[in-house]
Structure formats: structure tokens, C-alpha cells
Nanobody, 125 residues
Framework: VQLQAYGGGLVQAGGYLRLSCAASGRTFSSYNMGWFRQAPGKEREFVAATNWSGDSTDYADSVLGRFTISRDNAKNTVYLQMNSLKPEDTAVYYC???????????????????WGQGTLVTVSS
């Protein structure tokens, strides 16, 4: 599967953005999907993930209650709605996919075989 993330941009603190990740291929609905982010000089970290159907989700503590992951399998797209953005949310955001990663490993980079190219989110104070 090939992934294309988009929707990043510059936003003021307290604002919102919605990221999208479009996937190629007919088997998108069989993939677990995740969002990760990498701030300058930092490790890539887990943000959110969802299972193939979208009825199970997981979030990093730092975004819980502010971000929402969802998917539309008919459109081969996964979304990350980001509300109440903070300057510390500034990062390049990546989407990732894997068919077999168990929920217990959704927060691990190594659990995903496929990655998008990233989209930059900048939150100004």
C-alpha cells in the first residue's frame, strides 16, 4: 500500500487542522492505520491509531481529548482531526499502515511496514 499524507500547515495555538492520509490499493480496509509525528531534534512518536474498521482507537496521552483519528474505507482515507492545538504539537506528521500489527503494538514505529511521506504542522504561539 502507498500512503500520501496531506493537510498540514501553519495555525495559531488553540486552532485546528485536519490531516488526511490517502492510500492506494483495494485492500485499505484490511490495514490498521496509525499517525506518528516527529518534532525537530526528537524521536518519531506515536500519536493515534485505529483498527481496520475504525471501531477501535488508541491515543498518546499528550493528544487524548484533543485529537481524533477516523477512517473512511470507501475513500481509502484515514483522518486526524486536531483541535486545541499547542505549539508543542509542531512536527512532521506521518501516517503508517500495517495489516498485522496487534493493538498492543500500535504505539510502536516498528509495528508498521508502510509509511507516508509526512506533512508539516506548525503551531504558532
Amino acid at each position: 500500500v502507498q500512503l500520501q499524507a496531506y493537510g498540514g500547515g501553519l495555525v495559531q495555538a488553540g486552532g485546528y487542522l485536519r490531516l488526511s492520509c490517502a492510500a492506494s490499493g483495494r485492500t485499505f480496509s484490511s490495514y490498521n492505520m496509525g499517525w506518528f509525528r516527529q518534532a525537530p531534534g526528537k524521536e518519531r512518536e506515536f500519536v493515534a491509531a485505529t483498527n481496520w474498521s475504525g471501531d477501535s482507537t488508541d491515543y498518546a496521552d499528550s493528544v487524548l481529548g484533543r485529537f481524533t483519528i477516523s477512517r473512511d474505507n470507501a475513500k481509502n482515507t484515514v483522518y486526524l482531526q486536531m483541535n486545541s492545538l499547542k505549539p508543542e504539537d509542531t512536527a512532521v506528521y506521518y501516517c503508517a499502515a500495517d495489516r498485522y500489527v496487534p493493538a498492543s503494538r500500535w504505539n510502536e514505529r516498528r509495528g508498521y511496514d508502510y509509511w507516508g511521506q509526512g506533512t508539516l504542522v506548525t503551531v504558532s504561539s
